[in-house]
T-cell receptor
Framework: SAVISQKPSRDICQRGTSLTIQCQVD?????MFWYRQQPGQSLTLIAT?????????ESGFVIDKFPISRPNLTFSTLTVSNMSPEDSSIYLC????????????FGQGTRLTVV | KQEVTQIPAALSVPEGENLVLNCSFT??????LQWFRQDPGKGLTSLLL?????REQTSGRLNASLDKSSGRSTLYIAASQPGDSATYLC????????????FGTGTSLTVIP
C-alpha cells in the first residue's frame, strides 16, 4: 500500500495567479499521476510524472498551463498557472506501487476555487 | 478508447438494506478493475481491487464481482449503514493503452437512517 500526503487540502485563488500543489508518498514509486475532477464530473488524467524525465501530458493538457516537477521518487508538484474560474476543480495525485499496474492509491485531493 | 459507465447515477436506500452498484466497460482487455469511495470534496479511498483473472473480491460487508467477457462489475454492499453514504467510483486499467486508468462517473449513495 501507499500513504499519500497532498497539500494544500483547499485554496481560494485570484484569477491570473498560480498555485502549486504538493504530493508526498511514504514509499518510492516510479510513476506518479495527476488527475483533475471538475464539479460533478469523474476523474480525468492530466499527466504522468516519472522521476528524472519530463512529464507525459494527456490530450488537452499542456506543460505551460500545468507544469510538473518530480525531483525524487517520493515527491511531485503540480502547478496550475494563470488560473481562471474554469480551473476550479479537485486536483488529485495518485500512485500505483510496483510496476504501475497494481492497486492505485490517491491523496486526499486539493479543492481549488478560482474567483 | 475505454468507456466506463456506472448505473444508477444516484441511489437512496433505508439503513440495513442490501444494495448493488453496477459498472460496465466497453473493452474487455483490462489488467484490473478497482472500486473506490469518495466523500464530498475529498480524495479517493480504495475499496477493492479485482485482477483480470479473478471473479470476485470481498472485504467486510463489500463484495465485488467481475465478468470480464461481458464487460461488467458489480459492487454489493450488505446491511448498509448511514456511514456508507458517499460516491462510489469504478475504474478499469486498460491493457490496450498501457497502464492508464479509466473512471466511471460514479454512483452517489445515500443511506437513510
Amino acid at each position: 500500500s501507499a500513504v499519500i500526503s497532498q497539500k494544500p487540502s483547499r485554496d481560494i485563488c485570484q484569477r491570473g495567479t498560480s498555485l502549486t500543489i504538493q504530493c508526498q508518498v511514504d514509499s518510492q514509486v516510479t510513476m506518479m499521476f495527476w488527475y483533475r475532477q471538475q464539479p460533478g464530473q469523474s476523474l480525468t488524467l492530466i499527466a504522468t510524472a516519472n522521476q528524472g524525465s519530463e512529464a507525459t501530458y494527456e490530450s488537452g493538457f499542456v506543460i505551460d498551463k500545468f507544469p510538473i516537477s518530480r525531483p525524487n521518487l517520493t515527491f511531485s508538484t503540480l502547478t496550475v498557472s494563470n488560473m481562471s474560474p474554469e480551473d476550479s476543480s479537485i486536483y488529485l495525485c495518485s500512485v500505483s506501487p510496483g510496476q504501475g499496474y497494481g492497486e492505485a492509491f490517491f491523496g486526499q485531493g486539493t479543492r481549488l476555487t478560482v474567483v | 478508447k475505454q468507456e466506463v459507465t456506472q448505473i444508477p447515477a444516484a441511489l437512496s436506500v433505508p439503513e440495513g438494506e442490501n444494495l448493488v452498484l453496477n459498472c460496465s466497460f466497453t473493452d474487455s482487455a483490462i489488467y484490473n478493475l478497482q472500486w473506490f469511495r469518495q466523500d464530498p470534496g475529498k480524495g479517493l479511498t480504495s475499496l477493492l481491487l479485482i485482477q483480470s483473472s479473478q471473479r470476485e473480491q470481498t472485504s467486510g460487508r463489500l463484495n465485488a464481482s467481475l465478468d470480464k467477457s461481458s464487460g461488467r462489475s458489480t459492487l454489493y454492499i450488505a446491511a448498509s449503514q448511514p456511514g456508507d453514504s458517499a460516491t462510489y467510483l469504478c475504474a478499469v486499467r486498460s491493457s490496450n493503452t498501457g497502464n492508464q486508468f479509466y473512471f466511471g462517473t460514479g454512483t452517489s449513495l445515500t443511506v437513510i437512517p
